[in-house]
């Protein structure tokens, strides 16, 4: 990991979630144990079901919870929903808190003044779209041109989708 957090996810409301949990789900698997997703953006992140949390996910939750935050685990994630107004000093400070587990930041929605100072802080940033889009080339060159390490990531769909939301996805 080169910045704050392990990637930031970039996509649309209905995009960016699962994406995120994907991207977190395959770095958890790769240094066992839980991972975090910090949302910005996304209206329902922070509601998930909790119930059927892995072990690491729960302890990694309730240590956050006494802390304050308001933390939704399910499967081996989990979710904490980012103020809107500053939303870089509370990532920080929970991708700090999270220890070893990874941290994903998903941006849902246009990009925001917010969303770019948290794009400053990630290790990669991954555009949720297609190679096809005109759009999603274009933020793709500009983010790249910036020094951004980013990449397009197709967003996951069908039973995909739903597995990676519930915390326990391929």
């Known amino acids: 990991m080169s910045g704050a957090f392990d990637a930031l996810v970039l996509g649309t409301a209905a995009t960016a979630p699962a994406a995120a949990a994907s991207v977190a789900l395959r770095l958890a698997r790769r240094r066992g144990g839980a991972a975090l997703i910090l949302t910005l953006g ?3 992140a922070g509601r998930q079901a909790r119930v059927l949390a892995a072990p690491s996910a729960a302890r990694l939750a309730a240590e956050l919870a006494q802390q304050g935050q308001v933390a939704a685990a399910c499967g081996r994630l989990v979710r904490i929903a980012l103020p809107t107004d500053e939303p870089l000093p509370a990532a920080l400070w929970l991708s700090t808190a999270a220890g070893e587990a990874p941290c994903v ?6 990009r925001s003044e917010q969303g770019e100072v948290l794009l400053q ?7 949720v ?3 096809d889009d005109p759009i999603c080339r274009l933020a793709l060159d500009g983010l790249r041109r910036d020094g951004r390490n980013a990449d397009l990531l197709r967003p996951p769909s069908g039973a995909v989708t739903a597995l990676a939301l519930l915390g326990v996805g391929p």
């Open 121 to 127: 802080h990630a290790g990669v940033v991954h555009l």
């Open 129 to 131: 779209g297609s190679e």
């Open 105 to 110: 930041v998903a941006c849902c929605g246009p």
């Open 42 to 44: 996304c209206a329902d």
